[in-house]
């Protein structure tokens, strides 16, 4: 049986994990050592064989590589996503960090404003109470620094209209009490007998611890008539109140 040389070299195909590669065929390969009278050396070195473990090598090295690249490629995508959702949930974080502290400053400065409206507000209060103490010390300095006329000229008149409204709610009276200053009581008793003779009635002149003006009051005390300044400086504040604090303040 004649076996032709070539007939070694003959190229079968297989696969080798998940490569093809051309390699002789063994049994052929077999056949030749058998029956020709070459060294199965040599033989083998003709068909092949090393021309067969080259290309597994390199099949062998190029599969490892390309495992070796898509593992690293795998890596590297991995890594991207890692340090991405890094990047993000850093990003929310700093958002978030972010918030808190513009609310923090927020209701900081809502507190500050609220508390620096209200010192103003109390500023405002107590520069207007202190203004409407001037005012009042004004008048209650103006009034004691009347002349005797001014002052004798005001008696008359307060005195006559209490007189008049004490009779008037009486039905008729024969005496009323009159209370004046230390200082007006002179001046007073002259005005008082003036009084008494227009309307016919004793008015009784007495002290009372007053600035100015009068208090006239029947004799049992039970009709009160308060004239005096500072009765009538308060009535007189209290109902003009709006009106100083308009033209005052605004």
Known sequence: MSINDNTCCIRRTIRYSGFSIRIPNIITTISNIVFNTHSSEKLLDKCGVS????????????????????????????????????RKLKQQEIIREKERIIKEINADYEAKIAESRLKARMIIAEAKSNILKMLEDSIRIYLNNLTTYQREKSLANLMEEAVKALIEDLGGASEIVVYVSSRDVELAGIVASNLSKKLGVHIDIREAGISGGLIASTLDGNLIIDNSYEARLRKALTSSLSDIKKEVFD
């Open 51 to 86: 021309r067969v473990s080259s290309e597994l090598k390199k099949a062998i090295l190029s599969k490892a590589e390309e495992e070796a690249r898509s593992i690293i490629s795998s890596a590297e995508e991995e890594a991207r996503r890692v340090i991405e959702e890094a």
